[in-house]
């Protein structure tokens, strides 16, 4: 007996993005059905690293990131949990000058988004962070990023929609989506039929296939960041670290485990991803030349998610260039966990009044969809990564 | 069509020895690892050079099978490649991951032998993480491996026949046993015999070490609960209930356990698809009759797919290398993996009857205090799972482990995953097959930093 | 108070090596598990509640018997051989 259900707005996607905006749009009093093929925050929302980070981002995000940044400092209020969110600050080290000449850089481009960027000078490094090694000759330290859990926020994100009166249906994979001329209609196997006026694309790295269902192709890849945990040591770390040029990226949890992040993992089929072994080893080679403190620690697990990548590293986020009430919300490359309270508002927004006040445009999905380049023989312009 | 052999045994018990065996009876050579410093596995572990005992004293009846054992590893050491102190730690790409004396390095294989065996299934009590209590397998490696007793006046509790071995093995050692507290009750022992009887040899044994037990005073009560053991820096006293009727013992050690479980982290690295065993109550990957995993090339042998004993173990490892050498392509004795399987088949039967006489405590988890602590390396408590299945409606281990820290510790399940699984399924009203596992994650045992430390001498 | 008691394999040579500062002997053969508590009662305490631990398992599965030494390596005294000379701290009660 195939159950049919009917409301206001569709969302395929469990995760943070999903999931946030489902609780926003029950907020505004619509209706709302979230399906998700596994649980609820399972999936990449769930293994990221967990910073909460502003800092790092093009300038095109940061609007989109402060407006989560704001939505962060009422986590409680609207998840129930503290998520473990602490704002302890995001350091990022510079190993060479010509990264902290970056560094100065971005702090002069961005002053305008309110990050209160730091510059700290070597010597300045050595005397606050003593647990850094050698090689940092500087760094920009940004007080008010942190880190969560994002075991906990995300799963939480869909309890508190669940609980607000959004249908949230965990193990429902969505076989068939379409739209008939009247609605959406988006089918489970015989089990289950969704018919609703606005769809929510927030599948995550497998956004790519009902985008491209809809008419919005996009050249997404998956990538895989590897994640390893040391077992609890004493609390030594008060930032949260990442390095100018990327890489190697760590933290330290209130309970001691210092998690770390770096390198590329590889998938065991199209839903799971695992750490390779390269990856570990450079890892481990890499954190603990940053953090000599880790000589004497154990790496006990180690893990990957799946991330979805466009080619200039930038999410496609907003409406369909094809389909109207189809809206996006994907790509976004492995630093979606900070944005995606502010997504989700953004979600909402569009689905109410079409339109909304933070900046979008760099993220539309029409970027993809430009008429293509004259073939020359030229050099093939290098996608900006 | 014979295909490249380049077997790889991973483990050095009853089954990975009879497996390296029958590999160069065939003319092969192939790498053994082992975690310990010498072959024996945790049955027959041999204690460190300079040890005196005799087998006799240290294996007691089962003397000329350990005998056997070692001597068959000894006579073809020069004909395998024996790497001990080796852990192996994952696997990836037809290449195990193996960390030896701080270093880490990459083994290739052409065809595995996953004998990995089992360690003592814990379900706790509260009190069971104060120092002095331990599990019946730490018990016997005290006293087998470096001597010792683990206290001047022992309780060994929970249920299995390991529970009469290990407190006889002590009693005979001088030991004092002030109790054995079997929550297997007479009755349960009494409807096994007929299933027991298929093997007359263990049953008598079995019946030899109550015997024994009672006929040099030492308490033997059936048919209790554990309740918890008290003490301070140490335990120092055990309180169990029979009947209606609460007791207690003075002890300064408890050793206990409810038969084994089995160590199934590399076959769930290496793919292999795992289904629900409801005997064993557990998911255990799967394999055939000759010990094939759902992985070509990749064969499951001895307890660490399955409890099976130690003497089938050793027929598994025989069987699983016939099975690999024939799916080479090699000829070997048809009748004798035959018979291998038939006597394997034979064992399904008495470990029914164990199950029978030694059952789970299928009400464990009911009458489990929300204080106990579950998973001792994180220190979360059964009342923590519960409220979180109240709280989130979790009903899956790894959303359980995602939420609450349960199996997230340095052991990685290994200690708390039955337990956790038990708390959970009754805690969310579910059969304990509907909960599922906890996903296997690389390293299966904790990896140092210092294996990577730089050649310029950085090393810790 | 000790926890382990030696019933047998007495007759084996010292090693010494010291514990929370203070100078003991074990036998060699003996694992750090056994030298350390063949003395005392502890390995270590809990990261979080503080209480004390002294293995569990023996057989280097349940992670328990990490101990320090005082040069801040950590090993797991199961598996570990006791060697003359072995720096080794316990920590104290509420840390690790």
């Known amino acids: 007996m195939m159950e049919r259900l009917s409301a206001d707005v569709a969302i395929i996607g469990g995760g943070i993005m999903g999931s946030s905006a489902a609780l926003f749009l029950r907020r505004m009093g619509l209706s709302v059905v979230l399906l998700e093929r596994d649980l609820c925050g399972s999936r990449s929302s769930g293994v990221n690293f967990g910073g909460v980070r502003r800092q790092g981002r093009p300038a095109s995000q940061l609007p989109l990131s402060q407006r989560a940044q704001g939505l962060w400092a009422q986590l409680p209020q609207l998840i129930g949990i503290d998520g473990e969110y602490l704002r302890s600050g995001h350091l990022k080290i510079a190993r060479s000058e010509a990264d902290l000449a970056a560094l100065e850089s971005y ?93 929510l694309n927030c599948a995550g790295a497998w956004a790519g296939t009902i985008a491209a269902q809809f008419g919005d192709a996009v050249p997404m890849e998956s990538g895989h960041p590897e994640m390893a945990v040391t077992e609890p040591l004493p609390v030594f770390l008060n930032f949260s670290l990442g390095v100018e040029g990327g890489g190697v990226y760590a933290r330290q949890v209130a309970r001691g485990n210092c998690v770390i992040g770096g390198g590329r993992g590889y998938a065991l089929d199209d839903q799971r991803a695992r750490a390779q072994r390269s990856g570990i080893a450079a890892l481990m080679q890499q954190t603990v030349d940053l953090l ?32 109207p009430g189809l809206i996006h919300a994907f790509g976004f490359a492995g630093g979606g966990f900070q944005l995606g309270p502010a997504v989700g508002a953004v979600l909402a927004d569009l689905v109410q009044s079409g339109r909304t006040a933070t900046p979008i445009e760099a993220f539309s999905v029409s970027r993809f969809s430009e008429s293509p380049r004259v073939a020359t023989t030229g050099p093939v312009p290098s996608a900006v990564v | 069509m014979t295909a490249a052999l380049q077997p790889v045994i991973v483990g050095a018990g009853p089954a990975g020895v009879r497996a390296a065996q029958t590999l160069v009876a065939h003319g092969v050579r192939p790498v053994v690892i082992d975690e310990a410093p010498r072959w024996g596995g945790q049955i027959y572990r041999q204690p460190p050079p300079g040890f005196t005992r005799s087998k006799r004293t240290l294996y007691g009846f089962e003397a000329g099978r350990a005998e056997a054992l070692h001597s068959a590893m000894t006579n073809i050491l020069d004909r395998v ?10 696997a990836e790409g037809g290449r195990l991951d193996v960390l030896s004396h701080g270093r880490m390095g990459t083994l290739p294989y052409g065809q595995l032998i996953v004998a990995t065996g089992a360690t003592d299934r814990v379900l706790p009590f509260p009190g069971w993480t104060l120092p002095g209590v331990y599990t019946l397998g730490a018990a016997q490696v005290a006293l087998k ?65 109550l015997g024994w037990l009672r006929a040099h005073g030492v308490p033997v009560h059936q048919g209790v609960r554990l309740v918890r053991a008290t003490g301070g820096a140490q335990v120092t006293a055990m309180r169990w209930r029979a009947g209606a009727a609460e007791h207690e013992v003075a002890c300064d050690a408890v050793a206990f356990g409810y038969a084994l479980r089995s160590e199934t982290q590399l076959a769930d690295l290496l793919g292999c698809r795992f289904s629900y065993n409801a005997l064993q109550r557990a998911a255990l990957p799967e394999r055939d009759g000759a010990g094939r995993s759902s992985v070509p090339g990749v064969y499951l042998a001895g307890d660490g797919a399955g409890i099976m004993g130690a003497d089938a173990a050793e027929w598994a490892g025989e069987r699983a290398a016939l099975a690999l050498l024939a799916d080479a392509g090699k000829a070997v004795d048809a009748a004798r993996a035959a018979e291998l399987e038939a006597k394997l088949a034979r064992t399904a039967a008495f470990r029914v009857g164990l199950e029978r006489a030694f059952p789970f405590p299928q009400d464990w988890a009911a009458s489990a205090p929300d204080e106990l602590v579950i998973c001792r390396c994180e220190e979360i408590t059964a009342g923590q799972l519960r409220q979180c299945v109240q709280d989130t409606g979790a009903r899956e281990m790894n959303r359980l482990k995602a939420l609450t820290r349960v199996g997230m510790g340095r052991c990685q399940g290994r200690t708390c995953g039955v337990a956790a699984a038990e708390i959970l399924a009754h805690a969310c009203a579910a059969a304990p097959d509907a909960v599922g596992r906890l996903r296997g994650q690389a390293p299966i045992k904790p990896l140092p930093f210092a294996a990577m430390a730089r050649a310029n001498g950085e090393a810790a | 108070m000790a926890l382990l008691q030696r019933v047998a394999e007495t007759g084996r040579t010292p090693v010494g090596f010291v514990l929370n500062g203070q100078a003991l002997t074990a036998l060699a053969g003996d694992t750090v598990l056994t030298a350390v508590l063949t003395h005392t009662a502890q390995l270590r305490h809990s990261e979080f509640s503080g209480e004390p631990r002294a293995g569990f398992c023996m057989m280097g599965a349940c992670q328990d018997c990490w101990i320090t030494t005082e040069s801040g390596q950590r090993l797991r005294a199961c598996g570990t051989f006791i060697e003359e000379g072995m720096r080794l701290v316990t920590g104290e009660e509420g840390h690790e």
């Open chain 1, 107 to 199: 702090r002069e481009r961005t002053q305008d988004f309110g990050m209160d960027l730091q510059i700290l000078s070597a010597r300045a490094l050595r005397e606050r962070c003593p647990w850094l090694g050698r090689a940092a000759v500087g760094a920009s330290l940004c007080p008010d990023d942190g880190q969560a859990n994002p075991r906990l926020v995300s799963p939480a994100f869909a309890l508190a929609a669940r609980r607000l009166g959004a249908d949230v249906r965990e193990q429902t994979r969505i076989d068939e989506a379409a739209h008939d001329g009247t609605a959406f209609v988006l089918r489970s196997g015989n089990a289950l039929e969704v018919r609703a006026t606005h769809l």
């Open chain 1, 292 to 323: 000599p403190a880790l000589r004497n620690a154990h790496i006990i697990r180690t893990w990957s998610g799946t991330e979805g990548y466009l080619p200039d590293r930038q999410p496609v986020l907003g409406p369909s260039a094809n389909t």
């Open chain 2, 81 to 90: 490649d024996y790497r001990p102190e080796t852990l192996v730690w994952s």
């Open chain 2, 145 to 209: 491996y470096q001597g010792c007793a683990i206290g001047a006046r022992v309780v060994i509790a929970g249920t299995g026949p390991l529970l009469y071995l290990v407190a006889y093995q002590y009693a005979k050692a001088g030991a004092r046993v002030v109790a054995v507290l079997d929550t297997a009750s007479f009755k349960d022992k009494a409807l096994a015999a007929p299933a027991m009887l298929r093997q007359p040899a263990v049953f008598a044994k079995g019946v030899y070490y």
